[in-house]
């Protein structure tokens, strides 16, 4: 049966295959490239190539299979299941170098841990979203240039059409809140979504200087459920809703939401002949977390590659796939028998069954 992420996304999609009355060419759901930015929900191996590490084999083993492809899943992400339902090749990430893909019909620019915000020497990521952007301008002079100098290179690059005529996909700013709490109020969280989305607008900005029209916006998903959350900030069962998750991580991010929602009415008008598709993410991966049990899934917060076992099976200071040592005991983070049936992977990311979300 049709997985509800990608019937949802693709419900989206299809309404591009529609004339766009305010824009200056029609729009349509065939796109001949995509590009994309954002952090770990849509990482094809930016992070893995930009910083010169591989993952632990566990990443990636029910369908890339070792060597790592990169991706923060122990499969297919999203935006891979998305690529394949516009029959498009999965994305190449924009430091990858070394891999049998080319860039014709687009380039990743997401990297895990990145954040709207400019990255500072405590980040995860050096790779913030205007960096991305930037990564983005200089890919595409590049690109024309080289077309330019030799037009055989349209077999393997963009053209200026594809550039044009291509789909601008956005996931990010979960980790924006998500460090956010760590050294601020829930109060002092909300006072930052402006600043961010501020931040976030420019971005977009740039890209339309730069010729796109065609943007696809996700928002944010329920932090509070993520097992690596729950653990360090669930402790006080108070602070925990009914379904296990921490409220208050989930009321900053429907407030990011909320606002970015406001952001994305108006952006139409701001950058004429633009076409701007907006994804509730955060109401797909809530129903799929609190009703778990009616799409197959056993577990929607405990996670599949972790260690300590029922109710989170997780530990912070031992990752998935590795051995560590965690209040004087050695450890090691296992994957599960049957990733199948959870929901979260390993603390932070979905498994490549909640990716695709297949119902039984």
């Not at 004339?19 to 065939?30: D, E, M, R, Y």
């Not at 994957?335 to 498994?351: A, E, F, L, Q, R």
Request: proline share 5%; aromatic share 14%; net charge neutral.
């Amino acid at each position: 049966m049709e997985n509800l992420f990608l019937t949802l996304l693709l419900f989206v999609a299809i309404s591009h295959t529609l004339p766009h009355l305010a824009g200056s060419f029609p729009i349509s759901h065939n796109f001949p490239a995509v590009f994309n930015f954002g952090d770990s929900n849509s990482d094809t191996g930016e992070l893995t190539s930009g910083l010169g590490f591989l993952l632990q084999p566990s990443y990636g083993q029910t369908y890339f299979k070792p060597p790592s492809s990169g991706r923060f899943c122990n499969g297919r992400l999203i935006v891979d299941f998305l690529m394949e339902a516009i029959d498009r090749p999965y994305l190449r990430p924009y430091l990858d170098s070394i891999s049998r893909q080319s860039y014709r019909r687009g380039c990743n620019f997401a990297a895990a841990g990145s954040t709207i915000q400019k990255a500072n020497a405590a980040s995860y990521s050096p790779f913030g979203f205007g960096v991305q952007v930037s990564q983005f301008i200089t890919f595409k002079s590049k690109v024309i240039q080289l077309i330019h100098q030799d037009k055989e290179l349209e077999k393997y690059l963009p053209s200026e059409y594809y550039f044009k005529n291509g789909l601008y996909m956005f996931d990010i700013g979960q980790n924006d809140l998500a460090g956010a709490f760590y050294s601020k109020t829930f109060d002092q969280v909300l006072a930052l979504i402006p600043t961010i989305l501020d931040i976030f607008q420019d971005g977009i900005t740039r890209l339309y200087g730069e010729g796109a029209r065609n943007f696809w916006i996700h928002n944010t998903g329920p932090l509070g459920c993520l097992a690596q959350v729950v653990s360090r900030f669930g402790k006080d069962k108070s602070k925990l809703d009914e379904f296990g998750c921490v409220s208050d991580h989930n009321q900053a991010a429907q407030f990011f939401n909320l606002q970015l929602n406001g952001l994305f009415k108006k952006l139409p008008q701001l950058y004429p002949g633009s076409h701007f598709t907006y994804v509730d993410i955060f109401s797909i991966k809530s129903d799929l977390i609190l009703n778990h049990s009616k799409y197959g899934f056993d577990h929607s917060i405990m996670v599949c590659c972790g260690t300590g076992g029922p109710p989170l099976n997780f530990d912070d200071q031992v990752g998935c796939g590795k051995t560590a040592t965690s209040n004087g005991t050695i450890k090691t983070a296992k994957p599960c028998i049957d990733s199948s049936k959870y929901v979260n992977w390993d603390g932070i990311h979905y498994t490549e069954a909640a990716n695709r979300h297949n119902k039984n």
